[in-house]
C-alpha cells in the first residue's frame, strides 16, 4: 500500500514538474514577445529621429547665436538650487517646517526617449533642471509663506501656489491672529 502511495506522490511531483515546466516556457515566450514589442517600439521611435548634422544645418542661425545667452541659466539655477536646499535644510527643522522633497521636482526622464539628439536632450536635461529648481522653490518659498505670513493679497495673483488658498484673508485681523499657529502646523499635504 506504502508503494502505492509512493508511486502516486512520485507521478504527483511529475505532473507538478511538468505544470511548472509549462509555466517557465510561457513565461519565456512572453518575455521574447516583450522583447521584439519593444525592439519594435524603438525602431518605430528612432524613424523620428532627426541626425545632429541635419538637424545643425536646419536650425536657423538666431538660434545658434543665442543658444549661449539661454545656456548660461545654469549659473543662476545651480546657485538657486544650492541656495534652497541650505537654506531648509538650516531654517526647516528651527520651525518645524517639514522640508521639501528636492527629488520630487527635479525629474530627468527625457534622455532616454530614441527619437531625441545628443542636443535635443541637453536641452530637454536643461529645461528639466531649471523648471524642476523653480518648482523647487516655489515650494520651499510657499512652505515659508505659510509659516510666516499666510494673508492673501489684496489684489489677485495670477498664479498663487497651491498652499495659498488656506491662508486668511486680506483685512482678516481676527482668523490671523486665531489661525496663526494652527496653520503653521498644518503641513498634512507635505509628505504627498
Known amino acids: 500500500m506504502t508503494t502505492h502511495i509512493d508511486e502516486l506522490l512520485a507521478r504527483i511531483h511529475e505532473l507538478e514538474d511538468q505544470v511548472e515546466d509549462?509555466?517557465?516556457?510561457?513565461?519565456?515566450?512572453?518575455a521574447q514577445k516583450r522583447q521584439g514589442l519593444a525592439e519594435e517600439f524603438l525602431r518605430q521611435q528612432r524613424r523620428y529621429k532627426i541626425g545632429l548634422f541635419r538637424f545643425l544645418l536646419r536650425?536657423?542661425?538666431?538660434?545658434?547665436?543665442?543658444?549661449?545667452?539661454?545656456h548660461a541659466g545654469w549659473i543662476p539655477f545651480l546657485l538657486l538650487d544650492l541656495f534652497v536646499t541650505v537654506y531648509q535644510?538650516?531654517?526647516?527643522p528651527i520651525y518645524r517646517i517639514p522640508k521639501v522633497r528636492r527629488a520630487d521636482y527635479l525629474v530627468f526622464d527625457r534622455e532616454d526617449l530614441p527619437y531625441l539628439n545628443i542636443i535635443?536632450?541637453?536641452?530637454?536635461?536643461?529645461?528639466?533642471?531649471?523648471?524642476g529648481v523653480a518648482a523647487?522653490?516655489?515650494?520651499?518659498?510657499?512652505?515659508?509663506?505659510?509659516?510666516?505670513?499666510?494673508?492673501?493679497?489684496?489684489?489677485?495673483?495670477?498664479?498663487?501656489?497651491?498652499?495659498?488658498?488656506?491662508?486668511?484673508?486680506?483685512?482678516?485681523?481676527?482668523?490671523?491672529?486665531?489661525?496663526?499657529?494652527?496653520l503653521r502646523r498644518q503641513y498634512e499635504d507635505a509628505d504627498k
Not at 89 to 92: D, H, M, R, T, V
Not at 148 to 159: S, T, V
Open 89 to 92: 535644510a538650516i531654517c526647516f
Open 120 to 131: 535635443e536632450k541637453f536641452n530637454c536635461f536643461y529645461c528639466s533642471y531649471g523648471n
Open 59 to 70: 536650425s536657423r542661425l538666431l538660434v545658434a547665436l543665442t543658444a549661449p545667452v539661454i
Open 22 to 30: 509549462e509555466y517557465r516556457k510561457a513565461r519565456e515566450a512572453w
Open 136 to 182: 523647487y522653490f516655489r515650494e520651499v518659498a510657499a512652505r515659508t509663506e505659510q509659516y510666516w505670513c499666510p494673508i492673501k493679497h489684496a489684489r489677485r495673483l495670477k498664479a498663487a501656489h497651491e498652499r495659498y488658498h488656506d491662508f486668511f484673508d486680506y483685512g482678516d485681523a481676527e482668523a490671523f491672529r486665531q489661525g496663526l499657529a494652527r
